[in-house]
């Protein structure tokens, strides 16, 4: 299973966009030096006229048994650069806040039925019956088809050949499985849509400064909070 770095700028301006473009790339260092491998780096624009992103997805995976995991599970949190912004005045504000939550997940659209193997299913001939119990056939071609992984069962006897019935099955099944890979879908999109507005200001787990070449400074106990 891969694991997603999200860093968000919430609502802010685009300080904090160009802030969380220099995050991203600093924590996707960071996991590499961990022993992660970074797979993909993905950035969110609320607009094309945008020149920062509002959000970034670093999409990795670490070896089981790593400490790397550790690492990774440890960059969630509010994150702060301590600069001033060349946009505004010397008395405007100089702290930007943006977020990073850690997720797992498998990063793609969800849109094609997954392919069953007869191996991963449990098919189980039944007897088959009509209404008030009259039978249907007298040789019984009703199944029941279990996907043991899932948890899913289907009953189906609509078809007068077993073959046909154990085909409709696994359809079923592997349409019951896209469905539920839809919403599971919508429910993270719908999550990355709100964590645009879960910004903890004021309070940070993590501070950093400028170096001379523009890049993040992590701060060691001496920038001023």
């Known amino acids: 299973m891969r694991s997603v770095v999200r860093i968000t700028a919430g609502t802010g301006p685009v300080e904090v966009r160009q802030f969380v473009g220099l995050l991203a790339e600093h924590l996707a260092g960071e996991c590499r030096r961990a022993g992660a491998t970074v797979h993909e780096v993905v950035e969110h624009r609320m607009s094309d006229k945008d020149v920062a992103p509002a959000s970034v997805e670093v999409w990795l995976s670490v070896p089981p048994g790593e400490s790397g995991a550790a690492v990774v599970a440890g960059l969630s949190g509010t994150h702060a650069l301590l600069a001033r912004s060349a946009l505004r005045g010397k008395k405007a504000r100089k702290r930007w806040y943006a977020a990073v939550e850690i997720g ?120 001023s909070r």
Not at 190 to 210: I, K, P
Request: charged fraction near 30%; glycine fraction near 12%.
């Open 104 to 223: 797992e997940g498998e990063r793609g659209s969800v849109g094609e039925a997954p392919r069953l193997s007869l191996q991963d299913l449990v098919i189980v001939a039944q007897k088959g019956g009509g209404p008030g119990g009259q039978k249907v056939n007298k040789t019984s071609s009703t199944v029941r088809v279990t996907h043991p992984q899932s948890g899913i069962s289907v009953r189906v006897s609509e078809e007068r050949s077993q073959r046909e019935n154990v085909r409709v099955g696994v359809e079923r099944i592997a349409r019951i499985l896209l469905e539920r890979d839809c919403a599971r879908a919508r429910g993270a999109k719908a999550s990355a849509r709100m964590g645009h507005y879960r910004v903890r200001r004021g309070q940070a787990d993590f501070v950093y400064e400028l170096d001379r070449e523009g890049r993040l400074l992590p701060c060691a106990g001496t920038c």
